[in-house]
């Protein structure tokens, strides 16, 4: 029995020992080391060749060089036709609109024809004094002696004197009659609007059926469009010269303009520094004040390579871009740039046309 024990013991050292005595090359390896890689989705971007252009946006102003606000000179009377519509071309004394009259162009075409009617009277009462005075001075000259001479011409004096006091009397009348007129004239124009110069119909009111005047209320304007203007002011009218032709951008469309001097328009200049920029074809509908934009070049790199800007990152004094090496991993790699606008920036060295890098 003692025996059996000791050969039992002799197999357990001998397995436990076995262990140890394994070649070297039948170990099992270690986990090996695995390049870090991101997790993160990254946005891309691709290099890309064009023109890559640095621009300024620049705020305008329109301003009529000429211009008039109109109103009626009453309130309270309903409107009875309006002439013209905004962008009309008008010419000075053109009628615009009328309030209603209410009779008063009947009263007046009363009292001018009153005024012909004495007028003609007055015409024809110094007619009837030439032919007169002429027979008077008939019997004058057919006198054979003083006392007969003398009758012809008292007689002569008389009827003069009495033709004298009807002109005078039938003058008179007319003078009433002309203020008569006037005044009949004046109470009509009263209710009308006329413009006093050339131009176009740059704000017209709207009027609905039924729609009465307010003496403090703008109804139209007109403007000299040919010699309207938009300015710039500031520092940014630095950056305009003359000839310069431009396009202005204003209700969602494009319109182009030249770079004028303003004398050539008959204009006095501003105070502070301004740029003046006349529309090639004029906007009757453009009404003062109304704002524009200007996208001025001021620097342009032509078949260049270049990225967003968002991509290129700079970090001290170096400029980098970032990218997915052929594992997946992010890495970087310095480049050279030169213009930058703000969204683009040109890519002198480091990338090649169509590469693929982080925008982020």
Same mark, same amino acid.
């Given at each position: ?11 357990? $050292? ?19 080391? $695995? ?25 305008? !102003? ?82 054979? *002696? ?7 011409? *008292? ?22 009659? !002309? ?5 009949? @004239? ?70 182009? &303009?030249?770079?004028? *001097? ?25 009404? @003062? ?13 032509? *078949? ?30 310095? $480049?050279?740039? &030169? ?12 990338? @090649? @046309? ?7």
């Amino acid at each position: 029995m003692r025996g059996k024990h000791i050969v039992s013991l002799l197999c357990l $050292v001998m397995l436990l020992s076995g262990c140890g005595l394994m070649p070297q090359e039948a170990r099992l390896p270690q986990a090996p080391v $695995v390049k870090e890689v991101e997790d993160a989705q990254h946005t891309m971007t691709t290099v890309m060749r064009g023109d890559v252009v640095l621009t300024q946006n620049v705020r305008c !102003q329109y301003k009529p060089a000429k211009s008039e606000s109109l109103s009626f000179s009453i309130s309270g009377e309903l409107v009875e036709k309006v002439y013209v519509q905004p962008g009309d071309s008008v010419e000075a004394g053109d009628l615009l609109a009328q309030l209603e009259m209410g009779g008063l162009e009947e009263s007046l075409i009363q009292e001018q024809n009153t005024l012909e009617r004495l007028s003609l009277d007055l015409e024809q009462l110094s007619e009837q004094k030439d032919l007169a005075l002429r027979k008077a001075q008939v019997y004058i000259n057919a006198a054979t *002696d003083w006392s007969s001479r003398q009758d012809a011409n *008292d007689q002569y004096a008389r009827t003069e004197t009495d033709y004298d006091l009807k002109i005078k009397s039938l003058e008179d009348s007319v003078l009433i009659q !002309q203020k008569k007129v006037q005044e009949a @004239e004046d109470k009509i124009r009263s209710r009308c609007i006329y413009t006093s110069i050339a131009g176009s119909v740059t704000y017209m009111r709207s009027f609905e059926e039924g729609a009465v005047s307010n003496e403090f209320e703008r109804v139209f304007t007109i403007s000299d469009i040919a010699s309207s203007v938009f300015l710039v002011t500031g520092k940014d009218a630095a950056l305009f010269t003359v000839g310069d032709r431009v396009t202005i951008t204003y209700d969602k469309e494009d319109h182009e &303009g030249i770079v004028v *001097d303003p004398k050539s328009l008959g204009l006095e200049e501003e105070a502070e520094e301004t740029a003046y920029i006349s529309l090639e074809v004029p906007d009757p509908a453009l009404e @003062e004040g109304k704002n524009g934009n200007i996208i001025l070049a001021l620097e342009e790199a032509k *078949d260049v390579l270049y990225v967003k800007s968002s991509a290129v990152k700079k970090l001290e004094d170096r400029t980098v871009v970032f990218y997915l090496d052929e594992e997946g991993m992010k890495s970087m790699k310095d $480049v050279e740039i &030169g213009l930058e606008t703000g969204e683009y920036t040109e890519i002198r060295s480091g990338l @090649e @046309e169509g590469e693929e890098i982080i925008d982020e």
